[in-house]
């Protein structure tokens, strides 16, 4: 006897990266920026006003969504703003598939794909991306789902499908291809060009990775006015909260210190990843805020637990292709060093 339905009995449900809570654990697991939101946000959230909470906040999020379309120089009608990017993850899924309407990825990929599609009761077909994460254009396109979902930068890999690929593929889908991009701000460039080409586009963007918001919970979605109406009709009617949008115009508003940060981010991700190689881990060209990385010894499951013992959290996936890897967020250069002398204490 269950009151679920079938698919949702079967299925296992997402599992977000571990917290451990403790003053000297180092927490590069999912993939948040190691440093502070901007002072204008801070201060933004210090000057509330408690009418804002007394009412009902926006429908649509429309400072918010002002803000963007001022930043990416797009009309508003093109833009329309979740509870992290993952809620919009969720109302594309449920606009767009169903039993007979197909999810369609190259994997391995970011795993909540798979776990909506399974919410969903929606078919979900994987193709296989080669060991260098080409992507498998050709399958995909005679694939044909109803959606495909793209994460470039990819998780949890860190590279990037180039965009003539990515125009191609738009090209030759009858169906609608999403291009995560929750990690462009440390990526050299982005697909958004491709959401104002082709009427089958959504680029998907957050303010968890570049801005330091994971907490607060926001994220757009852009493409053309006709998709955005229908993603409209399928959100919660308020489906992002007063402060996170007052919160989310003050980091908007200061490029400079997302720029920044992310720059000092990518200087450190190199500096890791060289140090990673010295141990002899095999690493994935990442243009994202996080490293995957091949154990030399292949046993990264192990590696993983005495990471953990030490206070030091990795994200490890127990998934064919992954158990031999880590992979790991670029922290501060404080951490980064703090990880890599117990990876060598670790492996001898
Ligand atoms: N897409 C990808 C590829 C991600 O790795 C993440 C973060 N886990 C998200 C989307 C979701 O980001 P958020 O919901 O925090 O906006």
């Given at each position: 006897m269950t009151?679920?339905?079938?698919?949702?009995?079967q299925m296992s449900g997402y599992v977000p990266g571990e917290q451990l809570i403790?003053?000297?654990?180092?927490?590069?697991?999912?993939?948040?920026n190691p440093y502070?939101?901007?002072?204008?946000?801070?201060?933004?959230?210090?000057?509330?006003?408690?009418?804002?909470?007394?009412?009902?906040?926006?429908?649509?999020?429309?400072?918010f969504r002002t803000a963007v379309s001022a930043a990416l120089d797009l009309p508003s009608d093109w833009i329309i703003v979740g509870n992290g990017s993952d809620e919009l993850l969720g109302v594309i899924t449920r606009a767009c598939t169903s039993p007979q309407r197909q999810i369609v990825c190259p994997m391995p990929t970011y795993v909540l794909y798979r776990t909506l599609a399974q919410i969903q009761d929606a078919e979900f077909v994987e193709i296989p991306y080669d060991d260098n994460y080409n992507l498998p254009l050709e399958e995909i396109i005679a694939a044909n789902g109803a959606v495909t979902f793209i994460a470039s930068p990819h998780s949890p890999s860190g590279t990037v499908v180039p965009l003539d690929l990515l125009d191609k593929l738009a090209a030759q889908l009858q169906s609608i291809l999403v291009i995560d991009e929750a990690y462009v701000d440390f990526a050299a460039e982005d697909a958004?060009?491709?959401a104002k080409k082709h009427d089958n586009v959504i680029v998907l963007r957050t303010l968890s990775k570049g801005y330091s918001l994971a907490g607060i919970r926001l994220g757009f979605a852009v493409a053309n006015p006709g998709l955005i109406a229908g993603l409209m009709k399928v959100k919660d009617s308020y489906n992002v909260d007063a402060i996170a949008c007052i919160v989310g115009v003050a980091a908007l508003q200061d490029q400079a210190h997302k720029n920044a940060n992310a720059e000092k981010i990518k200087t450190s991700r190199a500096t890791l990843a060289s140090e990673l190689q010295k141990l002899n881990f095999d690493v994935c060209p990442s243009q994202a805020n996080f490293l995957l990385a091949r154990s030399p010894h292949g046993n990264a499951e192990y590696l993983y637990h005495s990471l953990k013992t030490r206070g030091i959290l990795v994200r490890y996936f127990p998934q064919p292709r992954l158990e031999d890897k880590l992979r790991i967020t670029v922290g501060t250069d404080e951490q980064n060093a703090q990880l890599v002398k117990a990876l060598a204490e670790i492996m001898g």
């Amino acid at each position: 006897m269950t009151y679920f339905r079938h698919n949702i009995e079967q299925m296992s449900g997402y599992v977000p990266g571990e917290q451990l809570i403790g003053t000297n654990i180092i927490k590069i697991n999912s993939n948040e920026n190691p440093y502070p939101p901007s002072p204008l946000v801070l201060a933004a959230l210090r000057n509330l006003d408690g009418e804002l909470l007394r009412r009902y906040p926006e429908p649509m999020a429309g400072r918010f969504r002002t803000a963007v379309s001022a930043a990416l120089d797009l009309p508003s009608d093109w833009i329309i703003v979740g509870n992290g990017s993952d809620e919009l993850l969720g109302v594309i899924t449920r606009a767009c598939t169903s039993p007979q309407r197909q999810i369609v990825c190259p994997m391995p990929t970011y795993v909540l794909y798979r776990t909506l599609a399974q919410i969903q009761d929606a078919e979900f077909v994987e193709i296989p991306y080669d060991d260098n994460y080409n992507l498998p254009l050709e399958e995909i396109i005679a694939a044909n789902g109803a959606v495909t979902f793209i994460a470039s930068p990819h998780s949890p890999s860190g590279t990037v499908v180039p965009l003539d690929l990515l125009d191609k593929l738009a090209a030759q889908l009858q169906s609608i291809l999403v291009i995560d991009e929750a990690y462009v701000d440390f990526a050299a460039e982005d697909a958004l060009e491709l959401a104002k080409k082709h009427d089958n586009v959504i680029v998907l963007r957050t303010l968890s990775k570049g801005y330091s918001l994971a907490g607060i919970r926001l994220g757009f979605a852009v493409a053309n006015p006709g998709l955005i109406a229908g993603l409209m009709k399928v959100k919660d009617s308020y489906n992002v909260d007063a402060i996170a949008c007052i919160v989310g115009v003050a980091a908007l508003q200061d490029q400079a210190h997302k720029n920044a940060n992310a720059e000092k981010i990518k200087t450190s991700r190199a500096t890791l990843a060289s140090e990673l190689q010295k141990l002899n881990f095999d690493v994935c060209p990442s243009q994202a805020n996080f490293l995957l990385a091949r154990s030399p010894h292949g046993n990264a499951e192990y590696l993983y637990h005495s990471l953990k013992t030490r206070g030091i959290l990795v994200r490890y996936f127990p998934q064919p292709r992954l158990e031999d890897k880590l992979r790991i967020t670029v922290g501060t250069d404080e951490q980064n060093a703090q990880l890599v002398k117990a990876l060598a204490e670790i492996m001898g």
